[in-house]
DNA sequence: GGTTAAGGATTAGCTTGCTAACTAAAGAGA
DNA sequence: TCTCTTTAGTTAGCAAGCTAATCCTTAACC
């Protein structure tokens, strides 16, 4: 096994980017699993915790999400009991969502999943490192944001 | 929606990553979506241009996913026809895979969707900048590799 | 040699992401 | 006012990741 990995060329910084973005799903996974959440749950909790009552498109536009998975993300945690939806009474066309208490129960537990990567994330990279690293990364998600929905934008329009 | 953007605090380095992560996977699909392919099979391919005929697990161990994974996308990918699968005949556990004539005809352009996602990445960051980003990120997923791994390692001991 | 353990792949069933196509509400303009 | 466009969500259907459980082959051990 290990032969095969010395055959690799370097990876590129995509590939590499790549490949972390998926460790770091699964490791939140991981920590998550133990309070019955998924991991993409987490982050929408942690966002709601902010903003209670923010409308499904606020939930998607800051995580980056399109409306058929905050949907049906948004569905499933209701159906587990982590969420209430109800439309906004003065414009039908929202629909608002609130953490149940079940939710701000676990607020704590939450939070502290997310401290936890830090940490560990903390153990190994010093700060100037970790402070590049931000860097970079905002630059990166700025970059991406930009074409990515750019691109969708322009496919709307064409 | 930019007031809603200031309310937030400012997003963890995992948060950072996560959300990171599933841009470049965006991204990487539009890029791939021309030629027909998924995102995660370009890898795929650009991993066999280099060692045609490795076995599913191989494969798996370089690019940390598991064995149903495995199974899964490379089942479509040979319905597709951009490889082929089959049993190793010294060891019949194994499964071996091999490029087809049409995927040996997109190396180039797969080679090329890589290549362009990198320069992109050069014209945001510096050399200096690069170079630490791609140090970090080789630690976090060196650390990630040993802890996810090994969590799933603990589970099958215990 | 025969039984048992380990290894590799598969299946079933889940979450999360996507696009395309649709519904329904609100706003704009003739 | 009535039509038409824009906006927000939903549904359907796919890819890709996961775990748990299963199958078959090989290796190991008595």
Chains 1, 2 share one sequence.
Not at 1 to 20: C, F, H, I, R, S
Not at 129 to 145: M, Q
């Amino acid at each position: 096994m290990e032969k095969l990995t010395e055959n690799l060329q370097e990876p590129t910084l995509g590939q590499l980017l790549a490949q972390v973005s998926r460790l770091i799903g699964r490791h939140r996974q991981l920590k998550l699993a133990s309070i019955g959440l998924h991991h993409a749950q987490g982050m929408i909790l942690s966002l709601l915790c902010r903003n209670d009552g923010m409308s499904q498109m606020e939930l998607g536009h800051a995580l980056h999400i399109r409306p058929p998975t905050a949907t049906n993300t948004l569905q499933r945690m209701e159906r587990d009991g982590w969420i209430m939806r109800q439309r906004d009474p003065a414009d039908h066309r929202l629909v608002r969502v609130y953490l149940s208490d079940k939710a701000k129960d676990f607020h704590e537990e939450i939070r502290l999943s997310f401290h936890e990567l830090d940490q560990e994330l903390n153990s190994i990279l010093d700060a100037q490192e970790r402070e590049t690293l931000r860097a970079c990364l905002e630059k990166v998600n700025d970059y991406l944001t930009a074409t990515v929905v750019k691109h969708v934008v322009d496919e709307e329009i064409r």
